[in-house]
């Protein structure tokens, strides 16, 4: 008798409990799954259970609140640190912020989907990021510091660091010593390059590239 094959564990954080159902009735649905799906409502309750089950994946849903955005991008950075070979995939909020992490986070995440997707091509992004090949962390990160040395200058970086720390065009042109028209001729210039045209979406991408400056380089953002 042919000996079955044994279904890998993957975990998902959705705080949203009709969310996590639906993605647990897409993984009921896929027809012989080789993942079994474990349903945690928040980072906490994960971290306990990885400390008694083997994960392959954690399958991270991101909130619509920045608050709650911000904390989930600092724990997969952990998670990249403490289980570098657990495969790492997001589901953001809209294709606006799933673009916006796909292009600015150097954490080479095994996938980013949207949860604005139609189920078809969520369930595909789900299992294509299950079943790909991981990609290299050294050469992801290095691909992405070239890529943003050439989209962003230095100083338009730091006018994203300084807002997401909740400064104001007039202070930032302050610690920058420069003219506030210029700074914000500055922050237009980032809002064309990300492909935002918005406040909000301008802080979504700051958020993204604070996280990778602290958990990339190591150096103190700004207080």
């Known amino acids: ?4 094959a044994t279904k890998r564990n993957v975990a998902l954080v959705e705080k949203c409990v009709m969310s996590s159902i639906g993605i647990q ?3 009921n649905a896929m027809p012989d799954c080789r993942f079994r799906l474990h349903i945690f409502s928040s980072e906490n309750a994960l971290q306990k259970a990885l400390s008694k089950t083997s994960f392959s994946a954690v399958i991270f849903s991101l909130s619509a609140i920045r608050k709650d955005r911000r904390q ?3 724990y ?9 070979r657990l495969r790492r995939v997001v589901i953001a909020d809209d294709d606006a912020e799933a673009h916006l992490i796909a292009s600015l986070s150097p954490s080479p995440f095994d996938g980013v989907v949207s949860k604005s997707s139609p189920l078809t091509l969520l369930l595909e992004g789900l299992f294509s990021a299950l079943n790909g090949n991981r990609r290299g962390r050294e050469n992801a990160s290095n691909l992405w510091y070239h890529n ?20 104001s065009m007039p ?10 028209k210029t700074i914000r001729a500055h922050k237009f210039n980032v809002m064309s390059k990300l492909g935002v045209n918005s406040d909000a979406g301008l802080l979504n991408a700051a958020d993204i590239l604070l996280l990778a400056r ?9 207080a």
Do not use: D, W
């Open 1 to 4: 008798m042919e000996k079955r």
């Open 25 to 27: 009735c897409l993984f």
């Open 72 to 74: 989930g991008l600092a």
């Open 76 to 84: 997969l950075t952990a998670l990249e640190e403490n289980f570098p």
């Open 148 to 167: 943003q040395s050439r989209t962003l200058s230095p100083t338009e970086r730091e006018i994203l660091r300084f807002m997401t720390h909740g400064y």
């Open 171 to 180: 202070e930032i042109a302050v610690q920058l010593e420069r003219n506030v």
């Open 214 to 222: 602290e958990s990339g380089s190591g150096q103190q953002s700004a």
